[in-house]
């Protein structure tokens, strides 16, 4: 089965929610969902701030929006694929002093 990353920020009412009502909540709704949809999930974490590691994906950009346009149940024709995905890459490629890249905050476990 395969495994899903699943990012998400936060507005400011919504770290003031999870602050209010605590990370366990939200975990437990996220789970909640996956549950429903009949997945499982395999552990959940919190990392506070902007992303902090650069991967430069200049030379695998072409093949990363081939990729995803295959998977034609989820993004159909995929016309917009190419323009979505250049978009993310060069704004967090100016971040990291790239020309594309993906941007990821790093996390120390244990």
């Known amino acids: ?10 507005s400011t009412e919504g770290v003031a929610g999870v602050a209010d009502k605590g ?3 939200r975990r437990e709704a996220v789970g ?3 549950d429903g949809i009949g997945g499982k999930m395999e552990c959940f974490y919190f990392a506070f ?3 902090d ?5 200049t030379r695998t950009l ?3 929006c081939r990729a995803l ?7 159909g024709k995929g ?3 190419d323009q979505l995905l250049k978009g993310w890459a060069l704004r967090d490629g100016k971040r990291g002093r790239l020309r594309y890249a993906e941007a990821f905050k790093r996390m120390v476990l244990g």
């Open 1 to 10: 089965m395969p495994n899903y990353l699943i990012e998400a920020s936060y």
């Open 23 to 25: 990370g366990t909540a």
């Open 32 to 34: 909640q969902l996956i």
């Open 49 to 51: 701030g902007d992303p």
């Open 53 to 57: 590691v650069y991967v430069d994906i």
């Open 62 to 64: 072409t093949a990363k």
């Open 69 to 75: 346009k295959a998977h034609r149940s989820q993004v």
């Open 79 to 81: 016309e917009w694929v």
